[in-house]
Every structure is written in structure tokens, then in C-alpha cells.
């Protein structure tokens, strides 16, 4: 019995289907498919004088269906198109989808994406039958064949509206709420769209969506066309991948002939969506896994609706899952951060937007916490740590700007937070690798014999410059003193140190970069240990570790710095070996104290310069005769050179604290001691040098000098040129031991006396002073006169001390101390003119004599007394203030003008007394107080401002206050007044301006143009005149932010106010800035020619 040949039928039908489809490809051309695609996207007909009552859901279906009729209409009647009917309908048998729909919509994408399988394999044929010819050898310049397949501008754009429609009515639709970002917020055609789809119609939402997506894959497959799918389409298709894979089912589990779709259709998905996720640009991949997962949820005010749904659960775990295999990939932190910072509105990284994304922080801050966190997928944070790390180092070294701007950023922002996060893991995996070539060369590292070789490179231009670089970006730019980055850069600061010095011999790029290193981190350093730096820097302690013996730098041909292994020295080099070591240690010293010069405000080189001070002590005491006097004759050879070679190192060291001590003498200015501390210190290690030199027998004049300027130095601490607090004074209790034993042991009587004085004030806290104190403090504060005047100055200052009883000269040290800061009470203890009870009665009484001259005279008479700061007219100050305030409203110019003398020198005393009542005299209102009576009170106002100098700081707030609301009076004289107490009030401030400086100068670019009265307008002009004098060189520092502003002002200033004083107050200005701008931009060459003699 036969079998029926229905196996070999079917054969037989596919194989001619098969040659029929190849027949009908190699007829069928691009332009038939691409104009049955135009024609399905053809916009639709208007609908008459009815089309306003036709809805726009109406206006899409009737449109999709007018165009699915044009198609068939044009393959049934005209005959070109028979072979692409063909074509399509021998796709359509093949294809295992339903096509036909009661769903326009869905009839309408099955029917456009069967003209995209066309559309593939028509090019796909092209391609396989081109064959170009041989180019030409004698025009080479000629451009090749282009291939049959490759589209034009226009058909790209064409193919890009029908993927757009497949995507709008084939994937979005049927994504589930908060997979992807729904239709109806994306356009108004997608909101239509979304109403128009019917769900409930065969086949199901989710076979199309698996239809959708598998087509539009095949068609991707095709690589010109995939370019055109996925750079637009990407974050759809992988929104209906990870639906159709991943998404549970919310019932039991359906029977075989119920479930939509097979679990082996689900494993395709999941395994087309990774094959995609691989495939695609990498940042694109993260930016739309980033877009699924969604951010937290947002809290919707009153009245507006949520712009999308919240990913479900497990979307936002599986991408997260996906971002992390990204992560994990090779340059996968360079996939992440582009991934980020693209879709954070930078365009491709380095693009226009890219350096305002670089200067957001807050993105740099969520990549670094995302690349900091270890994902569940690897084993241990170290191996996670061990494979991302390398990775972050390298975003260090990217070599376009705007791209190294934005990737240098993060990476310091990670490398700052995992050191934070994971310290001992940053230190192994980061810090090493980093500072690896620093290490490779330190005196404690042990170099490989093969490196041993005279002139092998150790270390490379290149490795040393982006080590040093990196360090940079690390440290300085992350400006995180955590301790594990500073405890790893401790090691290899010695080689630091020597590179900078190499790097001031000659021009280089990185010298910047060193110095800003170092001084970083002697900043964030603790003191003991930044002194203990600094001492192996300048070669005073051996155990800091430094560069190695073998290793030195060298110049690099293209201009940077390498280390290799130092050439083997011959004898007869062996001075030029000494002279070069010599001249290195002299340098040395020389850039410390200019690396020095930049740590003043900090307080280390205060520190240093003390801790020098203290070690020459040491010298001074050290007893040599000890070592000398010893016996040898019990020693061989070898000890006796040993014994030498130690006597040799100990000279080295005093003279290298000679020369330390010198060098810091010349480099630091006065500002080196930064607080009371340092000063106490100094002074003691000066008693303590002298005490020394007393056992020793070794005084000399330069000591008895020494210790007197450091006597007077506490005196004049003592004697008000600092506010002394009670912590202060336990810190000058240190200084009671030494003083003690100079004034029982030291030779001169007034060095003796001195220094019994001053314990004597130091142990009562002030409260009893002799006027020996007083003597030396102002013999101290007047040492400012040339060289060859301090000697007789000295012996004037002794027989000052001797002569105390009968000083001649008492009311003038009064006077000075006084203007010095100190209080009432002390003066009054010194010794005065002797103003009786009778005579003061009788001024006070002639302050209110009808005949102005003889009031104008005992104002005039109570003003010498109050600048003379008698005691008994300082007991009466509130009487006094009285009697001036009541005759600044005399009329007459003699008696207010002696009136306003006497509040001003009054004030000068007690200025937190007086001060407030003159300040709310001055801003009360014409009510109150006459416009005269104001001006004049804004007169006292000037004087004061001007008699308390830098004293004024203090009352900075009540003063300008006052007058900024001085300048919006009614008054155009008061406003005046205003302005100019503005101004004096500004050029003494300097640095203390800071903070009220946009004040100060929205005020003046306010009144300068807006202000009716011209004499306001000149005011202002002028005030900045007076500050533009008033800072000189500061004013670019002082004013940086609003100097911009200032010069415009002065520009509409000088181009269009109308009064000519006002122009040229403006245009004097303008003088005044163009001079500051030439003195920063061009300082003054000062050629000096140095003579230093080596030790």
C-alpha cells in the first residue's frame, strides 16, 4: 500500500515557491517599494464643509483606510506593480503572523511591515548581485562604484516615517502602563492614536507587540536599515523586548492552547533584547535603560497629572540588572558616564552643552555614587573593585577638551567617593596604580638588578607627567582631605619636593602642578607631621623617605621629565659630584623658603620658622669639647672614621640650620607669626638661646640685641597693641621660667630689669605694669628707621630704662599708647597735665557764654583736654557730649566747627558709647532734626571714620547700613552726605568690603544714573574714586566680582551724563582702573643680581 506524497509535495510546492520568489526579486527595484511605502504614509483628503464635526480619531481611521485601498487598488490595476504584489504576497504566505484585522490599525502595520521585509530582501539581493569592477589605476582619484542597495537623503527620510507609524501604532500601544513612556504624553498624534487602537479585536495586543518587534528585528538585520531602526527606535524595541520576556503573568498559569505566547517565544525575546543591548552604540543602550527604569516618584500638586507612570518593579530590577552587566563589560565606565551625560543634555560627549554639564556637580555626584556601589552581579566589592578601577583612571586621560572636562570631573567625584566609601579598597586599587611611579623611585624601594644599568629609564616623560596630572585632578580639584588619600601621598612627598626643585632650573608644565600639590597638602596636613615634611625636605631628618640615591631627573625630548639611574662618577669628577651636590643642597633651601613663602596665612612657616629657631638653640648648647678630649688611642682605623664621618654630618646639620634660619629671615615678611601662640614661642626660643649662651659664656652683642627686640616684643603685646584675652596670658605663662632666670643671671641691669618687669605684668594679667614696659614697647614699635640708626637707638632705649624715674618724656609715651587702643582706666594711672576741679568747672561753664568767642574757646580748651585724655575730663564725658551736640546747632562757623572737633576726638575715646547716638541723630528725619544739624553730624561722622583708621572694621555694620539708607533720604544734601561717608568709610575697609560690596555697588550704579540732582550724582561718582585710591593694587582682588559693573557705570558715566564735574570725576576713575589693571597685568621688573656665598 502507498503512502500519499503529501510530504513530497509540500517539498516540491516550497522549492518553486522559492525559485518564483527569486525570480520575482531580480525583477522587483527599490523605487516600486519605496513608492507603495509613500503611498500608505499619503496624508488623507479634507472632508468637505463637514469636516469640523468629524473627530480626529475618525479623520486617522478613515486616512489609514483610504490608503490600505489605494495600495490594492494600484497592485490590482496597474501592472508594474504585479511583481512587488508578488513579492509581497509570497513574504505574507512565509510570514507565521496574522496579517487581516478588524483593527485598521493593526491591518494597516501588518501591511507596512511586510513592505519593509520587501524592502530588506530587495536589498539584500542588490547587494549580493553587485559586483564592482577593478578601480582604475590612472585616475585614482575617482570615487568608487556606489553599491545598488545604498539609499538616498530622501528615501532615508522616507523609511524613517513608515518605522516611525510602524513603531506608533505596533509596539507603543500595547505597552503596559509604565513600561516605556506612554503615547499620550509624547504628541497629540500619539494621544489619538492611543483611542483609535482596538484592543479587544484578533489577534491579541500582545502577539502584535511580539509580531511588531520581531519584524522590525529582521529588518534590522539589514545594516543600513538597523542604523535607521535603532537610532530612533531603540528604547521602544527594548521596551516591548524586556515586556514580552520578562513581564509576569498576573494569573495562574494558562493550558498550552490559551497562552498568547510560548515560552519559547519568551526566551527569544529575552535573548533579542540582549543581543540588541550588545549590539547597539553602548551609551545609548544605558541612556534608554536609564529612561526605563525611571527615576522615584513625583508628587503631583493639585489640578496637574502625573507625566508618566511609575516603572513596575520588576522592569526597574531587570534594568537595573542590565546597566550593571553594561557596568561590567569592558569600557564599561566609559559606556555609563557617556551614557549619563548625553542624556543629560550634552548631546555626544563634548558637544556645545558639555561644559555646562561638566560644571554640574550634582550629575558628576550620582555617576560617582553609581560606579561606587558594587552591583549584586559580581562576587566581592574587591573584585569589582579591581576590574572598574583601571577603568576610572582612565577617564583621567581623554585627550579632547571638552570630553577630558567632563570625564576628568567624574572621575575625580568617584575616586573621591570610593576612597570615602571603600578607603582600604581605593587605597590598592586606585592610590597604588596612581602613584606607582612615584614609588618605583623611593629611597625605601628596592630597584630590580636589571634596572641597575647607568642611565636606564625608570620612570618616563610621559608617566611622570600624567602621574604628576592625575595627582592633581585627585587632590587639589577634589580638594577631599580624606585620610586615606592623605596618609598615601605622605610617603612620596620627598620625591615631589625634588621634582619641583628640578622643575624651577628650567622652564616646565607641570611645576604649577607640584607646587599646588605640596601646598595642599602641607595645609591639610597635621602640624607635626607637615614640620616633620618639611625637615626632609630640607635635609634634617634622613628617615623621611626621599628619592633614591641612584635616581635623578633628567630633561625628556619632548620637553617634559624622566627619572633614570644616575651614570657611574670617575675620580677625576669627584669635585664637580661635590659641587653639584653643594649647589642641589643650596636650591634646595632656596625653593623651601619660597614654597614657604605661599604657607604665611596658614601659620606653618611660623611654625617652621620657630622650630628652626629651637634647633639653632641645640647648635648653640651642643658641647663639642666633649667629643674632641676623648682618648682614640684604644680605636682602629675604621671607628676613628666612623667618628669623623659623624662630626662631618653634624657640621653639615648646623650649617644647614644656619643657612634655614638666614634664608626664612630674608623670605618671610612680618606677617610670618599668625597668632599670640607663635609669638610666645618665638620669644621663648630666643630666652631659651640666651640662657644658653649665658652658661656657656658665649654673650655677644648680636645676643643682647636678639633678646631685647624679643622683650620688646612682649611689652608691646602687653602694652595694648593687642587685645589680650585671659587664654592668652596662659600662653604667655610659658614665658615666666626663662624670664626668671634672665633676670637673676644676665649681665646688663636693664635686660634685668626688663625681664622682671614683664613677668611681673604677666603674672597679674596686666593689671599692674610698670613704665618700663611702656618704654620698651614703644622703643620697639619705633625700630622702623634705617640700619645704621638701630644701634644708638638700642642705647637710647637703655638709658630709657635706667632713667624711668625721671622721664622726661611720659605725657608724650602716654599719647602714644593711648592711640594704640588702650583702655580709659590705664591711662588714668599715668601720669597727666594736672587739670584742676576750678578750671574744668569754669570751661564747662564758658561752653554756654553768650559771646562766641569765648564759647569758641573753651570748646576748643575741653577738646585739647580730651585729646590730651586728662582723667578728670574723661569723667565727665556724658556731660560733655551733651554740651558739644547742643552747640552744633549754634549758627556761627567758629563755635560748631570747635563743636564738631570735640565730638569727633570724644568719640575717638569711647566710640561704642557715642557712636550708635550720633548714627540714629544722623538717620532721623527733617522732623527731628534740621538739614543743617545732619550735615554737620555727617561731618563728625567723616572724622570719626577717619581717626579710627583699621579700628573702623568694627563698626563697619551700623555705619554702612546707615549710610546706604542715607542715600535714599528725600534730602538731596543729605543724600550727598551720605555718599561721601560712603566713600571714606570704603577706601579704609579694604578686604572687610567683601561682603557688602554688591551693596556698595548696586547703590552707586542706582544713584549714578538714575538720580535727578546732579550734586547726588557727582557724590557717587566720586565714591568710587576715593575707593578705586583707597584699595590701589587690592581693588582687583577686593572688587573682582563688580569690577566689571564699576567700569561700565564709568563708561555711561563719561558717554552720556550731561555734567561736565561728573564726567571728569568718571573719566579720573577710569584712570584709576587703568592704572590698577597695567600694575596686575605688567608688575614692575625688578632686576636684582644675588651673591650667595656657599657654606
Not at 506524497?5 to 517539498?11: M, N
Not at 542588490?126 to 590612472?138: Q, R, S, Y
Not at 516605556?180 to 507587540?209: I, K, N
Not at 577634589?478 to 585620610?483: H, R, V
Request: include cysteine.
Amino acid at each position: 500500500m502507498r503512502r500519499p506524497p503529501v510530504p513530497l509535495c509540500a517539498s516540491v510546492m516550497a522549492a518553486v515557491r522559492q525559485a518564483a520568489c527569486r525570480r520575482v526579486l531580480e525583477k522587483c527595484g527599490l523605487e516600486q517599494i519605496l513608492e507603495a511605502l509613500k503611498l500608505l504614509l499619503s496624508p488623507g483628503e479634507g472632508s468637505g464643509s463637514n469636516s469640523l464635526q468629524i473627530t480626529k480619531h475618525d479623520v486617522l481611521l478613515a486616512t489609514l483606510k483610504s490608503n490600505l485601498s489605494a495600495l490594492e487598488d494600484k497592485f490590482l490595476k496597474d501592472p508594474h506593480w504585479k511583481i512587488l504584489k508578488l513579492l509581497r504576497d509570497e513574504i505574507a504566505n512565509e510570514a507565521e503572523w496574522p496579517q487581516d484585522s478588524v483593527d485598521v490599525t493593526w491591518h494597516f502595520t501588518s501591511q507596512t511591515l511586510l513592505l519593509l521585509l520587501c524592502l530588506k530582501e530587495t536589498m539584500l539581493r542588490l547587494a549580493a548581485d553587485f559586483n564592482p569592477g577593478k578601480p582604475n589605476p590612472k585616475t585614482p582619484e575617482t570615487a568608487p562604484a556606489l553599491s545598488p542597495d545604498t539609499l538616498s537623503v530622501s528615501q532615508q527620510k522616507t523609511v524613517q516615517s513608515v518605522l516611525q507609524f510602524v513603531v506608533t501604532l505596533g509596539v507603543c500601544p500595547y505597552l503596559v502602563p509604565g513600561v516605556g513612556v506612554s503615547l499620550r504624553y509624547r504628541t497629540e498624534f500619539g494621544a489619538v492614536v492611543q483611542d483609535v487602537v482596538c484592543l479587544s479585536a484578533a489577534p491579541s495586543a500582545t502577539r502584535r507587540l511580539y509580531t511588531s518587534c520581531r519584524v522590525l528585528l529582521n529588518v534590522a538585520q539589514h545594516a543600513s536599515l538597523g542604523s535607521l531602526v535603532f537610532c530612533r527606535h531603540f528604547g521602544d524595541i527594548a521596551a516591548g523586548l524586556c515586556q514580552l520576556g520578562f513581564c509576569p503573568s498576573k494569573r495562574s498559569p494558562l493550558s498550552p492552547e490559551e497562552e498568547v505566547l510560548t515560552e519559547e517565544e519568551r526566551a527569544l525575546s529575552r535573548k533579542a533584547l540582549r543581543d540588541i543591548l550588545d549590539q547597539v552604540y553602548q551609551p545609548l543602550a544605558v541612556r534608554e535603560l536609564l529612561i526605563l527604569q525611571g527615576g522615584p516618584p513625583q508628587s503631583c500638586s493639585e489640578g496637574k497629572m502625573q507625566v508618566r507612570c511609575r516603572a513596575p518593579a520588576w522592569l526597574r530590577r531587570l534594568c537595573g540588572q542590565l546597566l550593571s552587566e553594561r557596568l561590567m563589560r569592558p569600557s564599561g565606565v566609559q559606556a555609563v558616564v557617556r551614557g549619563i551625560l548625553e542624556g543629560a543634555g550634552a548631546g555626544a560627549a563634548g558637544g556645545s552643552d558639555a561644559e555646562a554639564t561638566a560644571a554640574d556637580w550634582k550629575k558628576c555626584d550620582l555617576i560617582a555614587k553609581i560606579l561606587a556601589s558594587c552591583p549584586q552581579q559580581s562576587l566581592s566589592p574587591e573584585d569589582y573593585y579591581r576590574d572598574i578601577c583601571p577603568q576610572i583612571l582612565d577617564l583621567f586621560h581623554f585627550q579632547d577638551k571638552l570630553t577630558a572636562r567632563q570625564f576628568q570631573r567624574v572621575a575625580t567625584t568617584t575616586f573621591v567617593t570610593m576612597s570615602r566609601e571603600q578607603p582600604q579598597l581605593a587605597a590598592k586599587y586606585l592610590l597604588q596604580p596612581l602613584l606607582a611611579p612615584l614609588h618605583r623611585c623611593l629611597s625605601t624601594t628596592e630597584i630590580p638588578e636589571s634596572d641597575m644599568v647607568p642611565g636606564t629609564i625608570l620612570v618616563t616623560e610621559e608617566q611622570l607627567s600624567r602621574c604628576i596630572e592625575d595627582i592633581y585632578k585627585v587632590y587639589v580639584v577634589g580638594n577631599e582631605p580624606l585620610s586615606v588619600l592623605v596618609d598615601s601621598l605622605l610617603p612620596v612627598l620627598g620625591v615631589l619636593f625634588s621634582l619641583y626643585c628640578f622643575t624651577k632650573q628650567g622652564v616646565s608644565h607641570i611645576r604649577s602642578l607640584c607646587q599646588e600639590i605640596l601646598l595642599w597638602i602641607l595645609g591639610r596636613l597635621e602640624r607635626k607631621k607637615a614640620i616633620a615634611s618639611l625637615k626632609g625636605f630640607a635635609g634634617l631628618d634622613k628617615s623621611v623617605p626621599s628619592l633614591h640615591s641612584l635616581c635623578h631627573f633628567r630633561a625628556a625630548t619632548q620637553g617634559g621629565i624622566m627619572i633614570t639611574i644616575k651614570e657611574a662618577v670617575c675620580d677625576e669628577d669627584e669635585d664637580e659630584a661635590l659641587y653639584q651636590k653643594v649647589s642641589s643642597e643650596q636650591c634646595r633651601v632656596e625653593h623651601l623658603g619660597g614654597l614657604l613663602s605661599h604657607c604665611q596665612e596658614c601659620g606653618l612657616a611660623g611654625d617652621f620658622f620657630i622650630f628652626c629657631l629651637k634647633e639653632l638653640t641645640h647648635v648653640a648648647v651642643e658641647d663639642e669639647t666633649e667629643l674632641k678630649m676623648k682618648s682614640f688611642s684604644n680605636k682602629n682605623l675604621l671607628e676613628l672614621e666612623q667618628h669623623q664621618t659623624l662630626l662631618v654630618e653634624g657640621q653639615e646639620r648646623k650649617l644647614l640650620v644656619l643657612q634655614l634660619v638666614a634664608l626664612l629671615c630674608e623670605k618671610m615678611s612680618e606677617q610670618i607669626f599668625t597668632n599670640i601662640t607663635q609669638v610666645v614661642d618665638f620669644v621663648a626660643a630666643t630666652l631659651q638661646r640666651a640662657c644658653a649662651s649665658l652658661v656657656h659664656q658665649a654673650e655677644s652683642t648680636v645676643e643682647s640685641q636678639t633678646l631685647s627686640m624679643s622683650m620688646g616684643l612682649v611689652a608691646v603685646m602687653l602694652g595694648g597693641a593687642v587685645q589680650l584675652k585671659s587664654s592668652d596670658f596662659a600662653v604667655l605663662k610659658q614665658l615666666l621660667p626663662p624670664l626668671e632666670k634672665v633676670s637673676s643671671t644676665y649681665p646688663d641691669p636693664v635686660i634685668q630689669e626688663l625681664a622682671a618687669d614683664l613677668r611681673i605684668t604677666i603674672s597679674t594679667h596686666g593689671a599692674f605694669s610698670t613704665g618700663a614696659v611702656s618704654v620698651a614697647a614703644q622703643s620697639t614699635l619705633n625700630k622702623k628707621d634705617p640700619e645704621g640708626k638701630r644701634e644708638e637707638q638700642q642705647q637710647t632705649s637703655y638709658k630709657k630704662y635706667s632713667d624711668m624715674s625721671h622721664s622726661h618724656h611720659e605725657p608724650q609715651q602716654s599719647h602714644v599708647a593711648s592711640h594704640e587702643g588702650r583702655e580709659p582706666s590705664t591711662i588714668a594711672n599715668q601720669k597727666s597735665g594736672n587739670v584742676t576741679t576750678e578750671e574744668l568747672q569754669e570751661a564747662l561753664l564758658s561752653a554756654y557764654d553768650p559771646q562766641i568767642p569765648t564759647r569758641a574757646a573753651a570748646l576748643r580748651t575741653l577738646s585739647r583736654w580730651i585729646e590730651q585724655r586728662e582723667a578728670k575730663v574723661l569723667d565727665v564725658q556724658e556731660k560733655l557730649l551733651k554740651i558739644f551736640l547742643e552747640n552744633l546747632e549754634h549758627e556761627d562757623t567758629f563755635v560748631y566747627l570747635s563743636a564738631i572737633q570735640g565730638v569727633a576726638l570724644l568719640s575717638d575715646v569711647y566710640p561704642e558709647k557715642i557712636l550708635p547716638g550720633l548714627l540714629a541723630q544722623y538717620d532721623s528725619s527733617k522732623d527731628r532734626h534740621t538739614t543743617e544739624t545732619r550735615m554737620k553730624v555727617g561731618e563728625v561722622l567723616m572724622r570719626i571714620v577717619r581717626a579710627l583708621g583699621d579700628m573702623v572694621s568694627k563698626y563697619r555694620e551700623p555705619l554702612i547700613h546707615t549710610f546706604l539708607r542715607g542715600t535714599r533720604d528725600p534730602d538731596s544734601a543729605h543724600r550727598a552726605s551720605s555718599l561721601s561717608n560712603l566713600g571714606e568709610l570704603c577706601q579704609r575697609l579694604d578686604f572687610m568690603l567683601g561682603s557688602v560690596v554688591h551693596e556698595v555697588t548696586a547703590c552707586l550704579i542706582a544713584v549714578a544714573k538714575t538720580d535727578h540732582e546732579v550734586q547726588v550724582r557727582r557724590a557717587a561718582i566720586h565714591v568710587i574714586v576715593l575707593l578705586l585710591r583707597g584699595l590701589s593694587q587690592k581693588a582687583t582682588e577686593v572688587l573682582r566680582d563688580v569690577l566689571k559693573d564699576l567700569y561700565r557705570l564709568l563708561k555711561h558715566v563719561v558717554c552720556l551724563e550731561p555734567d561736565d564735574v561728573a564726567r571728569l570725576h568718571a573719566q579720573l576713575a577710569l584712570e584709576e582702573l587703568d592704572e590698577i589693571m597695567r600694575n596686575f597685568l605688567f608688575p614692575p621688573q625688578k632686576l636684582e643680581k644675588k651673591i650667595t656665598v656657599l657654606p
